[in-house]
């Protein structure tokens, strides 16, 4: 096989690992729109604020410590101990469940009936919350966060590969935290799929996203079920938090990949778990190789807007993406 | 204490116990419009009981107030014998009352199965974790919930349609996977609203002999609204009539048809 068609296939596979990540946020978002109407803008801040929160947690960092100590005159920073990350992430999860119970309870309960732009718009006021808080709690700096996952090229995988091609071929890099990743989030969608469909709650929450009236004649309280999706949501936020915030660090672009899931969430539909991840996967893919054949030709860094031309197009032909509930207007 | 009559057997055999549901002084506005003035009725075990009466004259909203998705300003709700607080409607349908919908209320992207499993829930206790592994009490349950849900889909003979989204059925078959996914929940008090509306005469009769045989066979003491007089006759023990409201009429069918009230208000009278 030639190496030009060998390294084409790397691309693929790399793209097919961030399409992974694309895939875990635009998850976060379906969760919350199919069960609420809620477009939540604020999923990206929460992956920030969720990894902001572990990193404080292991290195046992004094939340607010800066209002703490300009009020009292204080200098503490430090707790002076570190916490083990399997028990740093538990902690941040019962962090996010707080939030979740917060945030309907304090917002989306007094906001139920009401036209989704305005549900939007207060996403939009609750993410730039969220951020403030963020930087309140645990300082504004850019952090690094190591919870133990391997980094750089995987040996393994070039090792096996490289006999694949001829004497200009090197084997495929991969990186190791990419294949991590990948492991993590393919846990955690079958995970979720198991909770939809074999568990009552989960029974409950696909009984709320169908239908609100015939949910509360079966005894669904729908309260419960909006605080358990936005706990979900808060749960994928921190395992999408971890791995970009291993790969890029933690600081504020963090929040932005939400933005690259908006033209997932056009390719695969607003309310398909399955679309998100089909459409994380190809834009992922689609971005990776549109960059590797047609970039050089247009001077690169066709990365930064090839998803949302591909998102324009499908807009145009598929309104409702792959996998979305057809749009059906009876006259 | 409203005076109560002792239990009977109907002519036909069926027991009718004491009272389950008493709504006492019940009055419902919206805004400045009464939708419901001081209405008094009770439903006793075991009946089947009809509210009906003309466009607009309330039906629905009582049975709103039955099933908690409206809470009246005046008056009392007594279930089983103890006075109801405001309530949710998730937690009424928790204490063991379910409804239909008038416009049809199912899960469109779920099987025939899985709408009528939702009635269930209120059923289902085991642990998060046990359900996910499927274990002990678990797998039990969900057992007894499938023994009971298949017992119901071939009572009301839908079996040939149990895999089939909902949302893909005609008209008259949603009401009927509505009336098994409320009739799931084994419910003490069951609610029909307008169970036969835009139905054809075959779909009509095929509906009046599920729910005589739901009552016969379960025990299921039911409320129904219906507009059509002639059905409500055929089906029910007693009967409230209600008009702009107001509660004109309630008895056995023969008594509320040669009440003179109920007739104006069918027929329409001339006001001077």
């Known amino acids: 096989m030639s190496a030009d068609f060998l390294y084409g296939v790397e691309v693929v596979i790399n793209g097919l690992m961030s399409g ?95 036209e989704p732009i305005i549900l939007f718009m207060a996403t939009i006021g609750l993410a730039y919350f969220l951020e403030g808080i963020g930087d309140l709690m645990w300082g504004s700096d850019i952090k690094t966060l190591d919870i133990g996952i391997p980094q750089g090229g995987s040996m393994w995988v070039e090792n096996i590969s490289v006999h694949l091609g001829g004497e200009d071929f090197y084997g495929f890099f991969i990186d190791k935290l990419d294949i991590t990743a990948s492991i993590v989030a393919a846990i955690l969608v079958i995970g979720l799929i198991v909770f939809a469909q074999y568990t009552k709650q989960g029974r409950a929450m696909r009984a709320v996203a169908d239908d609100h009236q015939a949910a509360l004649s079966v005894g669904i309280s729908l309260n419960f079920i909006w605080i358990l999706v936005w706990s979900l949501a808060g749960m994928v936020a921190l395992v999408a938090g971890v791995m970009w915030g291993a790969k890029s660090g933690v600081q504020f672009s963090l929040s932005l990949i939400a933005l690259k899931a908006l033209p997932v969430l056009m390719l695969g539909g607003f309310t398909s778990i399955p679309g998100a991840i089909v459409g994380g996967l190809i834009i992922g893919v689609g971005e990776k190789l549109f960059e590797f054949m047609i970039g050089p030709m247009v001077g690169g860094a066709t990365e930064n807007w090839f998803a949302y031309v591909l998102a324009l197009i499908f807009l145009v032909f598929r309104p409702q993406g792959l996998f979305g509930e057809r749009i059906i207007e009876r006259v | ?167 893909r059925l005609p008209y008259g078959l949603k009401k009927r996977v509505e009336l098994a996914r409320a009739l799931a929940a084994e419910p003490k008090l069951l609610l029909l609203d307008e169970p036969m509306a835009g139905m054809n005469v075959e779909e009509k009769e095929d509906m009046s002999r599920f729910i005589l045989d739901v009552n016969d066979e379960f025990g299921t003491t039911i409320a129904l609204i219906e507009h059509d007089m002639g059905v409500v006759m055929d089906l029910s023990d007693r009967v409230v009539v209600m008009d702009y409201g107001r509660k004109i009429g309630d008895g056995t069918p023969s008594e509320v048809r040669n009440n003179q009230e109920v007739i104006d208000a069918y027929l329409g009278v001339a006001h001077d």
């Open chain 1, 20 to 114: 992974v990540l694309y895939a875990l946020v635009a998850l976060g978002f379906v969760l919350i729109f199919k069960a609420s109407g809620i477009f939540n803008y604020a999923q990206g801040v929460m992956a920030l604020f969720a990894a902001l929160t572990l990193v404080g947690v292991m290195e046992g960092q004094v939340p607010f410590s800066h209002i703490i100590n300009a009020t009292f005159g204080t200098d503490i920073h430090h707790f002076g101990w570190h916490v083990p990350a399997l028990l740093a992430i538990a902690l941040t999860l019962v962090v996010m469940i707080a939030f979740a119970w917060m945030v309907h309870t304090f917002v989306f309960k007094h906001l139920v009936g009401q």
């Open chain 2, 1 to 167: 204490m409203k005076d109560t009559v002792a239990p009977y057997t109907t002519a036909d055999g069926r027991q009718i116990g004491d009272v389950l549901m008493d709504m006492r002084g019940i009055t419902l506005r919206f805004g400045g419009v009464e939708a419901i003035k001081d209405i008094s009725f009770d439903i006793r075990e075991g009946e089947i009981r009809a509210i009906i009466g003309p466009n607009g004259a309330g039906k629905s909203s009582m049975l709103n107030v039955i099933s908690g998705f409206y809470n009246p300003q005046d008056g009392e709700v007594w279930f089983r014998g103890a006075k109801r607080p405001p309530m949710k409607p998730y937690q009424v349908a928790r204490q063991g009352i379910a409804r239909t919908f008038q416009n049809i209320a199912l899960f469109d992207g779920m099987s025939v199965l899985d709408n009528i499993m939702t009635g269930r829930l209120t059923h289902m206790k085991s642990g998060l974790l046990a359900q996910a592994v499927w274990k002990g009490r678990a797998e039990r349950e969900e057992v007894e919930n499938r023994a009971v849900v298949e017992r119901i889909i071939d009572f009301l003979e839908i079996q040939a349609i149990r895999k089939t989204p909902v949302g």
